[in-house]
Nanobody, 125 residues
Framework: QVQLVESGGGLVQAGGSLRLSCAASGRTFSPYAMGWFRQAPGKKREFAAAISWSGSTIYYADSVKGRFTISRDNAKNTVYLQMNSLKPEDTAVYYC??????????????????WGQGTQVTVSS
């Protein structure tokens, strides 16, 4: 079992930045690809970004490409999502997820084995 805990969400004005963190505990000796997904009010959860275990393969959704950066520190069992130039449409609950298939990382939710509880990001206009 792997437990994932997100942090760093909050309220920010449009154009601002936030950095989300996802700390993993439990079976962290096993390599995992990691993903960030988000769910806006009234919408389905969607893919945002994913990173392989080594960090060599990274994917972004078109909606966040050029504004968000995913990274990881395996020594700290933590993955990050740096979000810049935030827009009101980025408002959502952001979830991190772990996939035991390490490379390439997946963009489909069903591929992920473990999920965090989510952290709220609200971008005001």
């Amino acid at each position: 079992q792997v437990q994932l805990v997100e942090s760093g969400g909050g309220l920010v004005q449009a154009g601002g930045s936030l950095r989300l963190s996802c700390a993993a505990s439990g079976r962290t000796f096993s390599p995992y690809a990691m993903g960030w997904f988000r769910q806006a009010p009234g919408k389905k959860r969607e893919f945002a970004a994913a990173i392989s275990w080594s960090g060599s393969t990274i994917y972004y959704a078109d909606s966040v490409k050029g504004r968000f950066t995913i990274s990881r520190d395996n020594a700290k069992n933590t993955v990050y999502l740096q979000m810049n130039s935030l827009k009101p449409e980025d408002t959502a609950v952001y979830y991190c997820a772990a996939d035991s298939f390490v490379d390439p990382p997946k963009m489909t939710q069903g591929s992920y084995d473990y999920w965090g509880q989510g952290t709220q990001v609200t971008v005001s206009s």
